[in-house]
């Protein structure tokens, strides 16, 4: 071949490596942005699984936004007030749920913290109000209502200590009739000692009472929230000018009567005592059975239509659930602990002129053995299993029994010790030997109890007494407030018929004192709280320490033994751009290494 044929071939050569390279170059430059400004979903990375709390043991998420109403204002005496809600004949109400929306907070109003301690250091109160000298009046209600409850129940490690938060339960223009709720801040399983039952979850005030070194508390024992909307929406205006409002602030003559005004009119109702009402939950006196899966429950719409709503009426703990990835599919792997509440729970009933009781303390501990995993956690596939089993049947006995009026007891705690009057008074011994709690047909087929920042219990309100302890000393748990009569006058009202009950307390100097119990916190309702291992003034015991710091010995609430919740959940596939992705990126080294091997070539 002549020179001229070598040149030709050489050059030939050199421009087909060049142009091979370059686009070699190229395609390498063209996966790198592809690396660099392809946004990768996280949710295909996620392995650690967020939970979703249920039921009123998270004060931070919610399933379903309060049930709101629009009503008309009444200036009317209602007898009847539920503290969650009830309709009422004097009110038109159009009622709207919202599944699975976390509500926006609204921006929070100015602090109005108080604490008080100067007169009596078993107790701090922290006031969040944004009403200006109106806040002064929740203060000083909610102080009184916290001296009743430390007058009567013994806090002996560390002080109790209430939030209690006045705000509108509406983001916008609405009326909304819940008055309030209450709940511990948090709930805990401590381990088995003297006294202690680690199969159920305990109230954090009580639970400091078991332990002489303690860390890992959240900053409060309980949380309350009042809603101004209710207040507002009984004001007369007309009524509150001739009472010297000028129209700005809180106007007067609302629903809620406090004690530095004149006499009660016949549709208010005594701050004090919805209060009381609800720090007496806070303690624990607060069930955890639920229809979770029933038609009142935000878990409904997840479930979709495979299941006929007679097939889901069954009552459970609540639910341990998961959302995976942030935002996704719904998982239910287990059951949790119930209540301590829910102990002493008893179920009879009459079918068939049959008598039937159900032991709920064997029935819940059945429960928690119920677990699934993988796949069989998803919602539809949990509720499919949970129905395949011998326990759903009793459930759905269960959810039966609650829709029958008195079919539930609360059985006191027995014990043979002198230093409690329920055995020493005759009238408290024969009187108190259970006390029967609030069932009925309208109870599980209502609206979400409660259902705000911490509490969902879809349809039932057992964690009340029965209507028929109105007008007992027993009124305050009962779940209507009474209108148009002070805390006072109720307490007359309800010990009206009670003959005198003394007890004797011993002074700092050994001097002992007898007193008689005329408290708003009934005798029963006394009664519940020794059951559950308090100390009070008709039943004094000793609380059994434990010299163990908390971090060490409480477990979460949501730490069960019987479920390993840190199992493994099959992942989502990744999408096919981002499988092409990963390939192109493996491919770079490739590429690069080509590159080269052709530079040098061309170089050569």
Request: aromatic content about 12%.
């Amino acid at each position: 071949m002549g020179q001229a044929g070598i040149s030709i071939h050489s050059y030939f050569y050199k421009t087909t490596v060049f142009l091979l390279l370059s686009f070699i170059f190229l395609l390498f430059l063209f996966t790198n942005s592809l690396k660099c400004n392809a946004v990768e979903d996280s949710s295909f990375i996620t392995t650690t699984p967020t939970p979703l709390h249920i039921l009123p043991r998270d004060p931070i998420t919610t399933l379903a936004d309060p049930v709101t109403t629009t009503a008309t204002p009444t200036g009317k005496n209602e007898d009847n007030n539920d503290e969650e809600s009830d309709d009422s004949p004097t009110t038109t109400a159009t009622t709207t749920t919202t599944l699975l929306t976390v509500k926006p907070s609204p921006s929070p109003p100015p602090r109005h913290d108080s604490t008080t301690n100067s007169s009596d250091p078993s107790y701090t109160v922290t006031l969040n109000c944004g009403y200006d000298i109106f806040c002064e009046k929740i203060h000083i209600a909610a102080i009184d209502a916290v001296k009743e409850l430390v007058h009567v129940l013994d806090i002996e490690n560390n002080n109790i200590s209430i939030s209690v938060n006045y705000t509108s339960f509406c983001d916008r223009s609405c009326s909304n009739d819940t008055f309030a709720w209450g709940a511990p801040s948090r709930q805990l399983q401590i381990p088995s000692g003297d006294g202690i039952d680690s199969d159920y979850s305990y109230p954090q005030i009580l639970a400091k009472q078991f332990f002489n070194i303690w860390g890992d508390w959240v900053d409060h024992d309980i949380d309350v929230e009042i809603n101004h909307d209710v207040y507002m929406n009984a004001v007369d205006y007309d009524v509150a000018e001739e009472l010297g409002w000028n129209g700005t602030g809180v106007p007067p003559g609302g629903k809620y009567w406090f004690k530095d005004e004149g006499p009660i009119r016949d549709y208010q109702v005594d701050m004090t005592y919805i209060i009381l009402h609800e720090l007496l939950h806070g303690v624990g006196i607060i069930s955890s059975w639920g229809a979770y899966f029933g038609e009142s429950s935000p878990l409904r719409a997840l479930i979709g239509e495979g299941f006929e709503d007679e097939e889901l009426r069954f009552v459970t703990p609540s639910p341990y659930s998961t959302i995976l990835y942030g935002a996704g599919p719904v998982f239910v792997t287990n059951f949790q602990r119930n209540t301590l509440f829910d102990k002493y729970l008893n179920v009879q009933y009459t079918s068939l002129n049959e008598t039937n009781r159900i032991n709920m303390q064997d029935f819940s501990v059945q429960l928690l053995n119920f677990c699934v995993q993988d796949n069989d956690a998803f919602i539809m596939r949990f509720v499919y299993r949970f129905l395949k089993t011998s326990m759903s049947t009793l459930s759905a006995q269960v959810y039966n029994a609650f829709s029958i009026p008195n079919t539930m007891t609360f059985n006191f705690r027995i014990t043979s010790t002198n230093t409690s009057l329920f055995n020493t008074n005759q009238y408290l011994n024969i009187t108190y030997q259970n006390l029967t709690l609030l069932t009925g047909d309208s109870v599980v087929k209502g609206y979400a109890e409660q259902a705000g920042r911490i509490n969902n219990r879809p349809g039932l309100r057992i964690s009340h007494l029965s209507d028929d302890y109105a007008d007992t000393p027993d009124f305050i748990m009962t779940r209507n407030y009474k209108t148009g009569a002070t805390l006072q006058q109720l307490v007359d009202i309800g010990y009206n018929n009670t003959p005198v009950i003394n007890y004797t307390e011993e002074t700092t100097n050994g001097t002992l004192v007898t007193h008689v119990y005329r408290s708003p916190i009934g005798p029963g309702i006394l009664r519940i709280l020794d059951s559950m291992g308090y100390s009070t003034v008709l039943k004094r015991t000793n609380y059994t320490r434990m010299d163990s710091d908390s971090n060490d010995q409480v477990e979460s609430e949501n730490k069960d033994k019987s479920c390993d919740l840190d199992r493994n959940y099959p992942k989502r596939k990744r999408s096919d751009a981002n499988n092409l992705l990963s390939l192109l990126r493996t491919s770079n080294w490739v590429l690069f290494s080509l590159l080269l091997l052709l530079a040098s070539s061309l170089v050569l």
